[in-house]
């Protein structure tokens, strides 16, 4: 495969911005295409490369990957000269934390959105994140032991987790503990991600 059959479904205004820092990171040429809200995004034509009709999707040659920390996982095995996972003997922070976010994080930050609360110990130990508060704890003892979640060095794991910390931390959805703040502005502090935000900054104005 070339990295001109890269293409990115997206809207600015999704977790489409997750899977275009990814993109940037990686630092191959793709295409962006935006896929409006409403019928375009439910049409049969979109439906057909994500039947969830939401975005963002990633289309590679004849590979289509939905879903953010797919996405992100999946480039950064499609791009292993970006060094955006470690070596395979040592993936099992990196594999830990990309499931977090997908599964734990995803939930709490969605549910606090929605001013769901999980109100007793019998619902928390039914929730598979349990609480915020259990989420928020593993997510600072993480930010506290290495300066990334998978150790030294900043993989893909950085890109799906630092995203939705700093997204929760903008929206106040997730306690502002000096841990999370340091550890999102290490995780947002490059140049992929400037580059990311400006092009879907410019995609809204």
């Known amino acids: 495969m070339t990295d001109t059959q890269l293409v990115l479904y997206t809207n600015p205004m999704s977790r489409g911005r997750i899977a275009r820092w990814m993109l940037e990171e990686v630092g191959v040429p793709y295409e962006t295409k935006v896929v409006a809200y409403g019928a375009a995004m439910k049409g049969p034509d979109y439906l057909a490369l994500n039947p969830m009709g939401k ?19 999946y480039l950064a095995d499609a791009f292993p000269s970006a060094e955006l996972a470690p070596p395979p003997a040592e993936r099992g922070a990196y594999y830990r934390w990309l499931f977090f976010g997908a599964g734990p994080v995803e939930a709490a930050v969605t549910n606090e959105g929605l001013g769901f609360k999980i109100d007793t110990p019998q619902n928390e130990g039914r929730a598979g994140y349990g609480s915020m508060e259990r989420v928020v704890n593993a997510l600072v003892h993480a930010a506290e032991a290495a300066p990334f979640l ?27 503990h000096p841990s999370l ?25």
């Open 150 to 176: 998978a150790g030294e060095r900043f993989t893909a794991a950085d890109v799906y987790v630092g995203a939705q910390i700093g997204w929760g931390l903008q929206f106040d959805l997730m306690p502002a």
């Open 55 to 73: 975005v963002p999707t990633l289309r590679h040659g004849d590979v289509v990957v939905t879903e953010c920390a797919a996405i992100c996982a």
């Open 181 to 205: 703040v340091a550890y999102a502005e290490r995780a947002r502090n490059r140049d992929a991600f400037r580059r990311a935000t400006a092009l879907d900054d410019a995609l809204i104005a």
